[in-house]
């Protein structure tokens, strides 16, 4: 059974960073892309960034030399570095696994989600 577990959210000013973590169980860590996906109220859920079994990334444009995914030596964790935080970073931040298909940032390509971690940046 998959399961992912997200932590690391919290509340920050404009300019401040944080570091979300997504433990991962459950599967063969090394055959999963994993990505992480943010939903702000009223608003699709987005991808942010995800990372692939070779270690390549992808990053969505509004957080491209801000944001960076990475994950632990036993690709079982994911971390996403997050600096220069702005108020419209605001949001429910998922962390996703599946199967690699690129491109990595469509949410319809993930069956695996953690429960999400919030992330408030205020002005």
């Known amino acids: 059974q998959v399961q992912l577990v997200e932590s690391g959210g919290g509340s920050v000013q404009s300019g401040g960073s944080l570091r979300l973590s997504c433990a991962a169980s459950g599967y063969t860590y090394s055959t999963y892309c994993m990505g992480w996906f943010r939903q702000a109220p009223g608003k699709e859920r987005e991808g942010v960034a995800a990372?692939?079994?070779?270690?390549?990334?992808s990053y969505a444009e509004s957080v491209k030399g801000r944001f960076t995914i990475s994950q632990g030596n036993a690709k079982n964790t994911v971390y996403l570095q997050m600096n220069s935080l702005k108020p419209e970073d605001t949001a429910m931040y998922y962390c996703?696994?599946?199967?690699?298909?690129?491109?990595?940032?469509?949410?319809?390509?993930?069956?695996?989600w953690g429960q999400g971690t919030q992330v408030t940046v205020s002005s």
């Open positions: 996703a696994a599946d199967r690699c298909s690129w491109p990595l940032l469509r949410r319809f390509e993930y069956n695996y």
């Open positions: 990372i692939d079994t070779d270690g390549v990334t």
